[in-house]
Nanobody
Framework: QVQLVESGGGLVQPGGSLRLSCVAS????????MGWYRQAPGKERELVAQ??????NYADSVKGRFAISRDNTKNTVYLQMNSLKPEDTAVYYC?????????WGQGTQVTVSS
């Protein structure tokens, strides 16, 4: 089992920045990919950024604005979000993949509004 706890969401004005954190605990050695997803009201959950074997993947809508990184000493994955737009408003979820199993955090709300 893997437990994921997100933090760092909040209300920010358009053009602002936020950094989300996801702390992993439990059987973390089994994890081979970490990512951030988001779900806006009335929409399906979508992949935002992913870290797999040292490589990063981003949704087209966030390329150049968001950056995913990890600190293995803290068992933490980060999502740095810059130049935020109202359409980035969503609940952001941390995801850990261990083979066929996916683990999710509880989500953190990000609201971009003036």
């Amino acid at each position: 089992q893997v437990q994921l706890v997100e933090s760092g969401g909040g209300l920010v004005q358009p053009g602002g920045s936020l950094r989300l954190s996801c702390v992993a605990s439990g059987s973390i050695r089994s994890i081979n990919a970490m990512g951030w997803y988001r779900q806006a009201p009335g929409k399906e959950r979508e992949l935002v950024a992913q870290l797999v074997g040292g490589r990063t993947n981003y949704a087209d809508s966030v390329k150049g604005r968001f950056a995913i990184s990890r600190d293995n000493t803290k068992n933490t994955v980060y999502l740095q979000m810059n130049s935020l737009k109202p359409e980035d408003t969503a609940v952001y979820y941390c995801n850990g993949a261990a083979g066929p199993y996916h683990y999710w955090g509880q989500g953190t709300q990000v609201t971009v509004s003036s």
